[in-house]
């Protein structure tokens, strides 16, 4: 089996696990006990909690552990005012609350469009939340978050949310480089099991967002519960592994590059003009009718990839990202190949045969 839809969740790293397992086990107390079992978990989250911090370059106390990105986003989005940009992940997408902010296949965002949404608002911009992604989940472009979005967050003084799921660990993520107010990354997507994720949120934000629960004063009462420990360890784990300046200076897109040359006879590179993240591979096949069949055959065959994000897949509709970007046509025939950090160029090769394979069979009827 091939798997290239690290994109939908990594494999977690075996060795982490096992660290975070011996490390947790023993320290099984619930870290709002008051005992020596409670403080030594409450410890290993702390310690978690600055990994996970200094990976995004915030400080362990403006990180609140949450269930995963889903979960993040929600809270981020729960101010009266709401827009995001019109590739956003569907846990974005569907808090929408106005309309949404082009994006260009390089990856421009259409601030002149939101400016004018903005002037437009009667709410009170400082309860407004405007959210764009770092790097999109389907195509792998990174979005340009960079002047001019800043220019209008200092002209409108609105809360600046970026989804950086898909960026962690594949770029370098500063907090106040990109003056995000709030920011979410999540556990699985790099390596980390599933169930723990975070939610940036800056100290001084004058209206912070809502809890979406009710219950005790967990992570601040953003996120009552008793938390994950064991999520939380390996996560930081991760972090510390994958979001190191050495480790992110050691990522090489070459086998992707390789993977898209050995397929340009059949098919194009989406978002070829932006800047993308290292791992992913947004291909438009012409010759492919029906994606649901040639996803289903590629499976048989032994390479998993996928049409749109897991979020949305079971929908019968093609992607909306695709679709928004390219139209309809063009989504019917994309699939989403996303390497892992230590996918090979012989991977890449076996994944061109058993594609070529597919799209004969699927051709031919089979
Ligand atoms: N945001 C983006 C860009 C994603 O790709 C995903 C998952 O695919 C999420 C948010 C949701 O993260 P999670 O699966 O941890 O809930």
Redesign the pocket.
Known sequence: MIYLDN???TRPDLSIMLEAMNETYGSFGNPSSWHEAGYDAKDLLEQARCSVAKAIGAKPSEVVFTS????A?NIALTYPARICSAV??S??WSRLNDSPIGVAENGSVDVSRLEQTLKLKEKDPRQTVVSV?LA??ETGMVLDIASELRRLKDTYGFILHI?A??GLGKLSIDVTDIQADLL?I????CYAP?GI?ALFIRKNLEYKPDTLFSGGAHEKGYRPGTENIFGAVAFGKACDKYCSKEALSAISSEVRDYFESLLSDISDVNCKSAQRVFNTSSLYFPDIVDIDVFLDRLSINGLYASGK???SSGMPAPSRIITVLFGEEKAKGTVRFSFAHDSTKEEAEKAVSIIRQTIREVKDGY
């Open positions: 994109n939908a969740t995963g990105g889903t979960e986003n956003e992940h846990s974005v992604m999109n989940n989804d799921v898909q979410t999540s556990g699985h997507k599933k994720g994000s897991a979020c």
